[in-house]
């Protein structure tokens, strides 16, 4: 057969463009757009519905240590089935280095608990936790040039946390070696002085996860890591975004010529404060940092997605199970919200909460839809043009939607490992029905026809926005 695969009578959409088209894909790869296509083993017909990249999520936590006593609720068995479901066909968790413990030695017990176990195509980035010498000098370099080209540093969190002169040294080494920082912009120092006035008043419950990471704590910390790249001169993606005023320090960089990747989260758009305040201590379950805002703060994100100011929408996928004592009802957090998990579900639903609330509503086009969801996660990550485009010589990852479907969202409906969606009861319109993995029909009809052994790793590039400098010796 001259092709593998057809899919047939859709709407193809791109991060630039919109059209009606034939989809012909051989051995993995998109080899023709449109024109005659009579010889196929298989096709699809895509009648009603539009034709789109499948979703990259470069922002999930997976399988990753969550403290002593707490477990994760995804492996990467569940959470690429829920990525998949949700119409992605990639996700990039973070290899975590735990202090003292040598980047290599976690990457391999990673990629161990991720071989066979995945329904996407994965690739890691890299969490870096102990920068020491031999990590700086010696590790690192060599990891970005096996294709690990992104590692995200955190000013939030005890056991996590870089102090200035740390950042600034993990950000020479990707000033050097042309990989790509993401950050995690909060003040520590300040969330622990709040900590300890909330404590001292006895203010434990959920809400106060909230009160004690506030707005300015995030937008300080934004201002001091664009202005710490600036110093380092690399390039710099600033994950979950949660506010206008931290936008607005995104917007003074750019505006300074500071190349600033702005990312936001579905739970920015649909979540805010008050969800916090659950009885019986059901606000556990939106304990995230930084936490949900106000809905001025969600005019201000949907404004940020509409106006370019946002690159990327991830999901931030960070699930624990709420009535568990591995997860957010822990022996500890069940009495204070310092000792709940940070972290909601959201892989499955992310892509569900942008085209209903996004395009269907018209606050954006599906182009745009595109570029935040798979093409700009392509190009920000050294994935682009082999993934997040419909285009002849790309991998033939498609995911097909029904922009008429409407469900109401239930956990039940679910295929992550968690006992709870913070999204319960929300009513969205378009959905992903079909999906197709590197020629493989993975998901057909709602129904799951592909294994866990279909994904794989995937090593990356360097970034479209990051830059190396020329060897010592070489000519201008």
Same mark, same amino acid.
């Given at each position: 057969m001259r092709f593998d695969l057809v899919i047939r009578n859709g709407t193809i959409a791109t991060a630039s463009d919109v059209f009606a088209a034939d989809l012909g894909i051989k051995?993995?790869?998109?080899?023709?757009?449109?024109? =005659?296509?009579?010889?196929?083993?298989?096709?699809?017909? !895509?009648?009603?519905?539009?034709?789109?990249?499948?979703?990259? @999520?470069? *922002?999930? *936590?997976?399988?990753?240590?969550?403290?002593?006593?707490?477990?994760? =609720?995804?492996? /990467?068995?569940?959470?690429?089935?829920?990525?998949?479901?949700?119409?992605?066909?990639?996700?990039?968790? /973070?290899?975590?280095?735990?202090?003292?413990?040598?980047?290599?030695? !976690?990457?391999? !017990?990673? *990629?161990?608990? =991720?071989?066979?176990?995945?329904?996407? @195509?994965?690739?890691f980035h890299l969490i870096v936790s102990d920068p020491s010498e031999a990590v700086l000098g010696q590790e690192l370099p060599a990891l970005v040039e096996d294709g690990y080209t992104s590692f995200k540093v955190f000013m939030t969190y005890e056991d996590l946390r870089l102090s200035d002169a740390q950042i600034l040294d993990t950000m020479d080494v990707a000033r050097r070696t042309g990989a790509l920082v993401m950050v995690h912009c909060e003040n520590e120092d300040a969330i622990r002085y709040l900590i300890g006035r909330h404590e001292a008043e006895g203010t434990v419950a959920p809400r106060a996860h909230a009160t004690t990471r506030p707005i300015a704590v995030e937008r300080e910390a934004t201002h001091r890591a664009v202005s710490l790249a600036e110093v380092a001169d690399v390039p710099l993606v600033i994950v979950h975004v949660s506010n206008r005023e931290a936008m607005e320090e995104i917007e003074r960089a750019r505006r300074r010529g500071r190349k600033v990747i702005g990312e936001t989260c579905p739970q920015y758009l649909m979540l805010t404060a008050d969800d916090l305040d659950g009885m019986d201590w059901e606000g556990a379950k939106f304990v995230c940092s930084p936490p949900p805002r106000d809905t001025a703060s969600q005019d201000a994100c949907w404004d940020g997605l509409e106006r370019g100011v946002f690159d990327l929408f991830s999901s931030d996928h960070c699930p624990f199970r709420y009535d568990d004592p591995a997860g957010k009802l822990n022996p500890k957090g069940s009495r204070n919200f310092r000792h709940i998990p940070n972290g909601i579900p959201g892989v499955e639903l992310r892509l569900p909460i942008l085209f209903s609330e996004g395009v269907m509503k018209g606050r954006i086009d599906l182009p745009r839809f595109v570029a935040l969801t798979a093409t700009n996660q392509a190009r920000t990550y050294g994935l682009y043009p082999q993934k997040g485009t419909i285009a002849v010589g790309a991998d033939a990852d498609i995911a097909i939607w029904d922009p008429s479907l409407t469900r109401t969202v239930r956990h039940a409906d679910m *295929?992550?490992?968690?006992?709870?969606?913070?999204?319960?009861? =929300?009513?969205?319109?378009?959905?992903?029905?079909?999906?197709v993995l590197g020629g493989k029909i993975m998901l057909r009809d709602g129904t799951l026809t592909g294994t866990k052994a279909d994904g794989s790793y995937r090593s990356r590039g360097r970034s479209q926005f990051a830059t190396v400098p020329p060897k010592v010796g070489a000519g201008t």
């Open positions: 051995n993995g790869v998109i080899v023709q757009i449109g024109g =005659a296509m009579d010889e196929a083993a298989e096709s699809i017909d !895509a009648a009603g519905k539009y034709v789109l990249p499948g979703g990259i @999520d470069s *922002h999930v *936590h997976i399988a990753q240590p969550s403290g002593e006593g707490i477990v994760m =609720a995804d492996d /990467f068995e569940s959470g690429t089935r829920s990525a998949l479901f949700g119409g992605n066909t990639m996700v990039l968790p /973070f290899c975590l280095q735990e202090k003292g413990r040598p980047l290599r030695e !976690a990457l391999k !017990a990673y *990629h161990a608990l =991720a071989e066979g176990n995945c329904y996407t @195509d994965v690739s *295929h992550d490992g968690a006992d709870y969606t913070p999204y319960e009861g =929300a009513e969205l319109t378009g959905w992903p029905t079909t999906v």
